[in-house]
């Protein structure tokens, strides 16, 4: 969906949205509405949830539009016993990237171990049950994340959640089919990172969102690093400045290369637009800011979050829509960058 499109659907939900939560929040403020009463039900229901189920309207009705949306603007105080015990019963959805990707391996390792069994000729017919059972049982982690979001939209008691929980999956889109590893980050990065977020502050969704690996392997940020013959940040030299509080010499390494992906993403789709003012060379610019914003490998044991790494940092000087990022900086180059891009005014 391009940007456009986007930016007018989320002015649409606002614009219905604002005018209401003003009159609940001051009934005595507010100013005459256009709408019947009946009116307003139907049109809430439209805008703010995914339509009238049975019985919504007549409640809505009763309990009055504003204390509707005033309810719906804060679903953790909304009991949803029916959606939530549902979703608990989803391992594809509840379960950790790690626990995914222990108990459904990708298809292509199960099917080469099929075929290396056969070769072998080593394959009893127990042994190929369980294989073709680790094949169907792994559509799981993809098939029970969107059974999980079709559940919610239909009878989550949430509604408004829902529709921003869908509004924001599509603006921060990723997708499953981008690489073996992608789809088991798919249920954390909705359960973790959008949904949390999407009645609060669009910088830490944003920065939220760039850190989180189901983006960092969309967008190839994952693999990005500073060009070959770069200033880097060498690991030795950053225990060093965290040790003595000072600024640190870069260091030249060679480097596999920059990757602007993410950088172009993030000013065309997630932040200014097409046509928000910025150019090439802050593409580039952004780019280099986000070297070093990987995936800690999971043989480390630690979770495989978001790790930086300064040795593949450009730690050279900046300047990204006007800004300049001084030289020698580690990850607090993209954090700059996500402040700057959130603050403008093409953004908002």
């Known amino acids: 969906m391009s940007w456009s499109v986007r930016r007018s659907s989320v002015l649409a ?32 229901l439209n805008r703010l949830a995914f339509g009238a189920r049975p019985g919504d309207y007549e409640r809505v009705r009763t309990m009055g539009v504003d204390a509707w949306i005033a309810q719906q603007l804060q679903p953790r105080r909304i009991p949803d016993p029916v959606v939530d015990s549902l979703v608990r019963e989803l391992e594809g959805y509840t379960k950790s990237p790690e626990q995914l990707r222990r108990d459904y391996p990708p298809p292509a390792q199960v099917q080469q171990q ?75 990065y909705e359960r973790d990172v959008i949904r949390p977020r999407v009645l609060g502050n669009f910088r830490e969704l944003l920065g939220a969102v760039a850190k989180h690996p189901a983006m960092l392997i969309y967008l190839d940020n994952f693999q990005s690093a500073a060009d070959s013959g770069r200033p880097t940040l060498a690991p030795v030299l950053q225990n060093q400045r965290r040790g003595r509080g000072g600024a640190m010499p870069p260091q030249r390494v060679a480097r596999r290369g920059l990757n602007e992906n993410y950088a172009r993403e993030l000013l065309e789709l997630h932040t200014l637009g097409v046509d928000g003012g910025y150019t090439q060379a802050d593409v580039v610019n952004v780019a280099r800011a986000f070297t070093g914003w990987t995936i800690r490998p999971p043989q480390l044991g630690q979770g495989d979050g978001f790790l930086f790494t300064p040795i593949s940092h450009d730690a050279g000087e900046k300047t990204v829509l006007g800004v300049k990022l001084r030289a020698g900086r580690g990850v607090e180059d993209g954090e700059q960058v996500l402040d700057i891009v959130a603050k403008h005014p093409s953004t908002a």
């Open 13 to 44: 939900v606002l614009g219905a949205l604002w005018p209401m939560v003003v009159g609940a929040q001051d009934m005595s403020a507010a100013p005459a509405r256009e709408q019947t009463a009946d009116q307003q039900v139907r049109h809430v």
């Open 114 to 188: 099929v075929r290396r069994a056969g070769a072998a000729a080593t394959m009893t017919g127990a042994d190929s049950a369980v294989l073709r059972r680790q094949l169907a049982e792994g559509r799981r982690v993809v098939a029970d994340v969107q059974v999980a979001r079709v559940a919610r939209a239909v009878a989550s008691e949430r509604q408004l959640e829902e529709v921003l929980v869908d509004f924001w999956l599509n603006h921060f889109s990723v997708f499953s089919g981008k690489n073996a590893q992608e789809r088991y980050y798919l249920a954390e």
